[in-house]
């Protein structure tokens, strides 16, 4: 045995040599990996961005240890990354670690053996930086490996647009087993090796933007697989089904909800208030149902923490939050999504698969929507499936698939997943264009078929044509339905051009007797009355010869064979007519360019109607005029004169008279007459000053005749127009004189020359004359005599000798038609008085818009909406009526969605009566009467002052201590002000120390939050007394208790509530005493996650640790109990060492043996006298021991599932909401959740190996000599 020993001690002496050999051994330095990097990019969408590369280590020689970085641009920082650890081959090949600036891969040993074919893409998400002095359209360019991208910063203050951010956390896939209730007889659950469990965030208020919100609503939508619940096992209460504990992939029990950091619900307390999507993809919670505090406006960070479960064939799952609250009325959105990293980490995403489906031997009526599920190196993946349909061309893609995975091709294939009765399915291998075919081969048996076509007539008529006039038809105007005997729609079709309507051809393939109904779908062409016909097609199917033989009949229609559907077109109403004003522009003198000269159009109110100017060719052409009547309008057009003095302008005025006939369902213009006058004309003429020259004048005048028969008739002023021309010009428009002269303006010759004119009557618009349509050619001879010109006019063409002269004749007039007088329409405006009456005393009063008013007509349709005005009037639209008759409304108040309590409506309908008449005029006139009176309508509503609630009496208390002597009522005086620093009442305090203020009576006008602080009055000369000069916060929450109609008032305090006088005693005149000073002791209390913890007794000791300190302001010892924010406070202590200790943790949680020390160097690094010793942590209790949990995995069948949506627990118990499971991690009230990292590599130095392996050499001498020690014993 002694020889063993020695043995031993031998072996652990070498093993410590080595140890010390080791020590200075020095590892191999980690080397930085640079990778190719492809295809980087930017996806912006707000303040977020989404990065995404390719990457490839081919040709790159990496080791254990190796790394690579990733910087975020400046300003940005990195919020999330898809994976933490890339697997390749079923090994981890690298952990990836984050910080909100740098992303870190750390290659483990794994990427030794395979690194030259590993590729793959990665991508992680950024936020811009919200803080003071990033602004908007700022640039940042981001750098992976050599390629770089440039992203812009969009306008705004810097704040993340969503108070939204839902986020996932990859679960621990190792753990498959956790608690799922905490009651005596509670379950654990195994998921197996089939399943992921994957934790969700729904983060609201967490980011830059914060946002007080009310009655907030959260939805959630997952596009997960199902769950297998055979997959999952219990243990120990096998009691238990999995279907309990799930919705869809929902698991209900790791529910939790935290506001502002502290757990609100969990568990059952929470997802009894969940609603559930059908299909169990979706949920929809109102938080106020799990808690009254969502009631109240709020802007704390809240947190939705839940689990699922995903199967690991999974390759994605997109999961979208919503959020809505009284202020939030349009839905916020926002998405995250769960990568398989197991299956992603070779995914290079640019691989298309396409599936067609090709059908052989069957009829189109046999095939079936077809769904395929993808496959990979012959492993189905859970959630890739595509349904192939007639309406998709039986083809369907699988898009941003991977190509290759550990550097080897991926060999796609599909499998049909519901191949339809009486086929046969053939799936081809994918071909060089990645398209995978799939056969469907049909083994039904042949049978004899026979078809029938239905065809009909469509007729289009004027309607009330006793001809039946056809009104032709346009090929597809029309539309008609064919129903089968079961009324399901078989097939719509159109008509063709010659009213022939054909529908496809219907199979049959065995004997019977079918019957079709065919009607036409009502259009929308107000002019064409639709039939309302139904045609019966009976198709008699039967065998001739062992064929089958289909005739088809028809009736309920028209024509001979009753097939005929006839439409009536009715007479169109009549259209507008256009009046375009056309005018010229001479310029004598100058030379017309555009835009010379402007012209003014009014109608014969004065109204303007139109501007224009001229063209180059001296053309005016105005504006259409609409005109929507027939008759004679005269309009009357002016130049606008101009500033040139060089220029006369023309200060005539043109009369346009235009002519609007009726003619064809159509308003046509059917002559325009332009007149100055004196003379038929339609030119403005302008002239421009030119250099003085010798000139002669001839002047052009013709006669005019006027005859009946052979009797000469008498003529008027300007009867008739006529126009002279030079060549195709037209200089000038003159008219008539009574005595039968038209005088032409003088015309100017400056030199020697031979002119000629051509003079024409314009025809008018007097049916009985027979206008001339002779042509005057007048001659002006320009020559010299004696020096000076002379200009003779000669003339020809006309009637006499001269030649000069046009005769028209008269025809006797035909007595006119008479016409009918014009219908002129009439209006009617409905009113009526709003009234609100009070019922007691009340200074409400009416207000305007205050109340909603409809105007229906006959048929309840609503023609307007009004609302009173301040005085009680309403006041409809007019109403206008076209013929006369007898027309009823009714008026009646539109009750509000939400009605005010107060208030009874008057909910009378009124019935308004308008009886119009026609006079003999043809003018309309409109009679309204309101219930059958011509009294105006009243609509009373009455207002009855609620029961003001009881107000609430709260008085704010304080205390003093007097240390050194007693204390004496009245001695000190404390003021008490609002949150502006007003004084509200000044009090002294009594000989007990307490310190009361009057009562406040808080009304139903306070509702809401009161901050008052009180503070001591120091006087002048403090006599020999230290003061407290601090304050006591005071809050005062008013609410009202609908339920009784009361206020209620809470006061509240802040840490301090108490104020500390000191007595200085005398200075001696030799003795300087110091300053007593008293200081604050406080810890606070929080779980292994940081949250705080309330309820947990601490006790204070001298320095012994032993002793208990006096408490100095009751009996027994100082203590101090932890609160909501985690703070436990010893107040009022001298500066010296003590301990503190926990006396008693909060409930479910261990006690903490640690000793807290307070020493001379705390209160040196003491800030306003407080004492701050930090976090004291606490942890959970551990779960009872379980002794009988079954040593199978499959626990036996469930026998006891739930009848009601609330599951039990196995002794039939509801879990209790602080049982509840506790997730693994939860997200702080300030950081996103973060992911499990992994630990980098180490590096190493020679001390910490050699230290370690030391370490295990006294290890290995313990070992062996307790084991030596037992042998002895033995």
Do not use: C
Request: charged content about 25%.
């Amino acid at each position: 045995m002694k020889s063993l020993y020695k043995k031993i001690v031998a072996f652990v002496a070498i093993i410590g040599v080595v140890a010390l050999g080791l020590s200075v051994i020095k590892p191999v330095s980690a080397a930085t990996v640079s990778p190719t990097v492809t295809n980087l990019k930017a996806q912006t969408s707000g303040q977020k961005v989404t990065f995404s590369f390719d990457w490839d280590l081919t040709g790159k020689s990496v080791k254990e240890g190796d790394t690579f970085t990733i910087d975020a641009p400046e300003g940005v920082n990195i919020t999330e990354i898809a994976t933490q650890s890339l697997q390749a081959n079923g090994a981890e090949v690298a952990t990836v670690s984050m910080t909100g600036k740098k992303i870190t891969f750390t290659f483990k040993k794994a990427i030794e053996s395979m690194n030259q074919n590993v590729k793959g893409g990665f991508s992680y998400k950024a936020e811009w930086d919200n803080t003071p002095g990033n602004p908007g359209n700022k640039t940042a360019t981001s750098k992976v490996g050599s390629e770089s991208v440039i992203i812009t910063r969009p306008d705004g203050p810097g704040v993340f647009e969503s108070v939204l951010n839902k986020y996932n956390r990859t679960g621990d896939f190792v753990s498959k087993q956790f608690k799922l209730d905490a009651s005596e007889n509670y379950a654990w659950m195994n998921v197996g090796d089939d399943y992921y469990l994957t934790t969700w965030f729904i983060r609201i208020n967490g980011d830059g933007k914060k946002q007080a919100i009310t009655n907030p609503v959260v939805s959630d939508k997952i596009q997960a697989p199902a769950v297998d619940y055979s997959k999952i096992t219990f243990a120990p209460a096998a009691n238990h089904a999995a279907s309990e504990f799930f919705v869809g992939t929902y698991l209900k029990p790791s529910f939790t909800l935290r506001k502002g950091g502290q757990v609100v619900a969990s568990g059952w307390d929470f997802w009894q208030h969940v609603k559930f999507d059908a299909d169990g993809n979706g949920f929809t919670v109102n938080l106020s149902d799990v808690s009254d505090v969502f009631k109240t406006a709020s802007s704390d960070e809240l947190i939705v923490e839940y689990q699922t479960l995903i199967p690991k064939t999974t390759i994605r799952v997109d999961n979208n939050a919503t959020l809505t609250a009284d202020e939030i009325k349009t839905p916020q959105t926002d998405p995250a999504f769960w990568n398989n990293t197991e299956l992603n980490f070779w995914v290079t995403g640019d691989k298309t698969v396409t599936v067609q489906k090709e059908w052989v031997g069957d009829s189109e009526a046999d095939r079936k929507d077809i769904t395929v599920q993808l496959v990979a190196d012959g492993k189905k993946l859970d959630g890739m499936t595509k349904t192939l349909t007639k309406a998709s061309g039986w083809q369907a893609e699988f898009t941003k698939l991977p190509g290759i995975k550990d550097g080897k091709k991926i060999e796609y294939s599909v499998v049909e997943t519901n191949t339809p009765d009486g086929y046969t399915s053939k799936v081809e291998p994918i071909n060089e264009s990645n398209v995978i075919k799939v056969v469907n081969t049909s083994n039904k048996p042949k049978v004899t078929e026979t078809t029938a076509n239905l065809v009909i007539k469509k007729t289009f008529e004027i309607a009330g044509d006793q001809e039946h006039t056809q009104v032709p038809i346009t090929e597809g105007q029309f539309e008609f339905v064919l129903k089968d005997e079961n009324n399901k729609v078989v097939e719509t079709a159109k008509n063709q051009a010659d009213g022939t309507v054909n529908f496809k051809s219907l199979t049959f393939n065995k004997e019977g007797t079918h019957t079709y109904t065919i009607t036409e779908n009502k259009g929308t062409d107000t002019s064409v009355n639709y039939s309302t016909q139904s045609i019966k097609a009976t198709v008699d199917v039967k065998k001739d010869n062992d064929k089958l033989v289909a005739t088809v009949t028809y009736s309920g229609g028209d024509g001979e064979q009753k097939n005929t559907i006839t439409n009536t077109q009715n007479k169109p109403k009549v259209s507008n007519a256009k009046v375009t004003l056309k005018l010229k522009k001479a310029f004598e003198g100058g030379e017309l360019k555009g835009d010379d000269f402007e012209f003014v159009a009014k109608d014969a109110n004065d109204k303007v109607v139109g501007t224009a100017k001229n063209k180059e060719d001296g053309s005016i052409t105005f504006d259409t005029i609409t005109v929507d009547h027939a008759g004679t309008f005269t309009y009357t057009i002016t130049e606008t004169k101009g500033s040139d003095k060089t220029i006369t302008y023309s200060d005539k005025t043109i009369t346009a008279t235009v002519v609007v006939v009726e003619k064809d369902n159509a308003l046509v213009v059917e002559q325009i007459n332009y007149s100055d006058g004196q003379t038929n004309t339609d030119t403005f003429i302008n002239k421009k000053e030119a250099p003085k020259t010798e000139s002669v004048t001839a002047t052009l005048q013709v006669k005019k005749l006027f005859k009946e028969d052979e009797t000469t008739l008498p003529m008027a002023d300007n009867q008739f127009e006529f126009v002279l021309k030079e060549g195709n010009t037209t200089l000038e428009t003159a008219k008539n004189k009574a005595d039968g002269t038209v005088t032409f303006k003088e015309l100017s010759y400056t030199a020697e020359g031979t002119h000629a004119y051509t003079i024409t009557e314009n025809k008018g618009t007097d049916a009985s004359i027979n206008y001339s349509t002779q042509t005057i050619t007048a001659t002006v001879a320009v020559k010299k005599a004696n020096d000076k010109l002379v200009a003779t006019v000669t003339y020809s063409g006309g009637d006499t000798e001269k030649g000069n002269t046009f005769t028209n004749t008269k025809t006797p007039p035909t007595p006119p038609t008479p016409v009918p007088p014009t219908v002129k329409p009439t209006s009617a405006q409905f009113k009526a008085k709003k009234v609100l009456a009070i019922n007691g005393s009340s200074d409400r009063t009416l207000k305007a818009n205050e109340f909603t008013f409809l105007l229906k007509d006959q048929n309840g349709t609503v023609l307007d909406t009004k609302t009173n005005g301040e005085n009680g009037d309403i006041l409809f639209n007019p109403v206008t009526f076209s013929k006369a008759g007898t027309f009823t409304y009714t008026i009646a108040e539109q009750k509000p969605a939400t009605p005010e309590s107060a208030i009874t409506y008057d909910e009378t309908v009124h019935t308004v009566t308008v009886t119009v008449t026609k006079d003999a005029t043809g003018q309309l006139t409109a009679d309204v009467k309101y219930d059958g009176k011509m009294d105006t309508l009243t609509f009373t509503n009455t207002y009855t002052p609620p029961t003001p609630p009881t107000p609430s009496e709260k008085q704010i208390t304080t205390s003093k201590i007097l240390e050194g002597r007693d204390l004496q009522g009245g001695e000190f005086s404390f003021n008490l002000l609002d949150e502006n620093g007003t004084v509200l009442q000044t009090k002294q305090n009594a000989a007990d120390g307490t310190v009361t203020f009057d009562a406040i009576a808080y009304t139903e006008a306070m509702i809401g939050t009161h901050q008052y602080t009180i503070k001591e009055v120091v006087p002048a000369d403090q006599a020999n007394i230290q003061y407290d000069e601090g304050q006591v916060d005071v809050t005062v929450t008013v609410t009202k208790d609908e339920a009784s109609n009361a206020i209620q008032a809470v006061v509240s305090y802040g840490d301090k509530k108490t104020f500390i006088n000191k007595v200085i005693p005398p200075t001696p005149p030799t003795i300087d005493i110091p300053e007593l000073k008293l200081y604050t002791l406080k810890v606070r209390k929080v779980d292994e996650k940081g949250d705080y913890l309330a309820g947990a007794v601490f006790g204070l000791f001298e320095a012994d640790g032993v002793t208990p300190v006096a408490n100095p302001y009751g009996q027994g010892q100082a203590q101090a109990i932890s609160g909501q924010d985690g703070l436990a406070s010893f107040v009022g202590f001298e500066a010296k060492d003590y301990v503190i200790k926990e006396l008693s943790a909060p409930s479910d949680y261990q006690l903490s043996n640690e000793v807290i020390k307070v020493s001379v160097s705390d209160y040196v690094a003491a800030t306003n006298l407080v004492v701050d010793k930090g976090n004291v942590v606490n942890k959970l209790l551990p779960p009872p021991p379980s002794t009988d949990k079954p040593k199978s995995s499959t626990p036996p069948p469930s026998t006891d599932k739930p009848k009601s949506s609330t599951p039990p627990s196995p002794n039939g118990d509801k879990p209790k909401s602080n049982d509840k499971p506790k997730s693994s991690e939860t997200p702080k009230s300030s950081d996103k959740p973060k992911e499990n990292k992994k630990s980098l590599p180490s590096t190493g130095t020679e001390d910490h190996l050699g230290l370690l392996v030391t370490g295990l050499t006294f290890v290995a001498t313990a070992i062996a000599s307790i084991t030596l020690k037992k042998k002895e014993d033995f």
